[in-house]
């Protein structure tokens, strides 16, 4: 059996003014950072289908990858988590969702 505190003792106190704000601030710009960071998505993921691209496949799929891997990481700091219908909605070519998170880097960078 599972004995829980009396309502009046585990009510939360109030937030104070200061504490309120902050939090609505942190909020707002996690909001306005996937607002960006999903347009951003939204753009690479047309750059692919543009024929006229002066840019590799392979580039244009890379920076599609990249956009992908920071919005995924800051749905998952938003608390977002249907992560499958969030792809399907967006219709993410598997080539992108296989580059996520993946980076190149030329051989000086290695060095």
Known sequence: MAVRPPR???QELPKDPISASLEHEILAEKAATHGRLLKQ??????ALNDPDAD????SRIDAAGEALWHIMV?????????TE??????????AV??????T?????DKA
């Open 104 to 108: 190149r880097g030329s051989r000086e």
């Open 8 to 10: 009046s003792l585990s």
């Open 74 to 82: 800051q749905r998952d700091l938003c608390g977002f988590r249907n």
């Open 55 to 58: 840019t590799s496949e392979e």
């Open 41 to 46: 998505l939204e753009k690479t993921i047309a």
């Open 85 to 94: 219908a969030f792809l399907r909605e967006l219709k993410v070519p598997p």
């Open 97 to 102: 969702q296989l580059r996520m998170g993946v």
